[in-house]
Nanobody, 116 residues
Framework: QVQLVESGGGLVQVGGSLRLSCAASGSILRFKAINWYRQAPGKQRELVASVNSGGSTNYADSVKGRFTISRDEAKNTVYLQMNGLKPEDTAAYYC??????????WGQGTQVTVSS
């Protein structure tokens, strides 16, 4: 069983930066995809960024050029670097790992609030 723990959220002003971390307690070396989602109050959960096992990354149009997903295999941790934050980036951010056989793990979420 793998547990994911997100951290790094907080309150930041418009234009600021945050780096979210997602630390995995078990091995995720065989992952198929690692995703960052976000959900704002009253809105559906949105896929923000993803990386697959081949290293290819994808981003939502709304965050392209501002957010970067990366991982540190040695630390078993995935990051989401967020620059140029906007009020519309305010949401709870969740880490998601997709393993073989459709096994999925979710973190508990970390809140990001961007103030204007």
């Amino acid at each position: 069983q793998v547990q994911l723990v997100e951290s790094g959220g907080g309150l930041v002003q418009v234009g600021g930066s945050l780096r979210l971390s997602c630390a995995a307690s078990g091995s995720i070396l065989r992952f198929k995809a690692i995703n960052w989602y976000r959900q704002a109050p009253g809105k559906q959960r949105e896929l923000v960024a993803s990386v697959n096992s081949g290293g290819s990354t994808n981003y939502a149009d709304s965050v392209k050029g501002r957010f970067t997903i990366s991982r540190d295999e040695a630390k078993n941790t995935v990051y989401l670097q967020m620059n140029g934050l906007k009020p519309e980036d305010t949401a709870a951010y969740y880490c998601n790992v997709v393993m073989p056989f459709a096994i999925m793990y979710w973190g508990q979420g970390t809140q990001v609030t961007v103030s204007s």
